[in-house]
């Protein structure tokens, strides 16, 4: 890791802060349904309150992640900002304040996803005022992906369209 020899040309990222009432991980739109299917192809995202991410890179670690409630009622991840089916976006709102997107597209994911419940998971390291560091973490609501075989016919269909759009 040579990352404490290299130079950087960028300021340091400043102080973050969120609005009154609000708290760093607290959802600012949560996932738009309970129930997902496989076969819709579905986008899922949730958006949190924030941090910048330049305050840690989280090399050895990940910004996001999908879990799975398991059978002995513990969560398992099952994807992380690593993963080609997930991505992490973050947005300045105003000059001290952020955002951070995660969304997860199971229709992409390179392992079969089991039907159950799932949620969504963001990692963050918020700066305060006095320039010490802080963790965070944020959780979306519950909600069902249905995986069942989706019929091929309707996959040509929806690849057909897709074509002609």
Known sequence: DLLDKQISLLPNALPDVVAIGAKFGGV????????????DRPVISASFH????RHDLRLED?????????????WERVATDADVDTRFLWSRRV??????TVEWRPADSLRALPSGTYRLV?????????????????RSRSFQLRTKAADPASWASLATSRLLA
Not at 62 to 74: G, I, Y
Not at 95 to 100: C, G, I, Q, R
């Open 28 to 39: 600012l739109k949560d996932v738009s349904r309970s129930v997902y299917d496989l076969a």
């Open 50 to 53: 924030s941090a910048n991410p």
């Open 62 to 74: 990940t910004f996001l992640a999908v879990e799975r409630l398991a059978e002995d009622s513990t």
């Open 95 to 100: 000059l001290l304040s952020s955002t951070a």
């Open 122 to 138: 963001h990692f963050g390291v918020r700066k305060l005022i006095t320039g010490k560091l802080a963790a965070f973490k944020g």
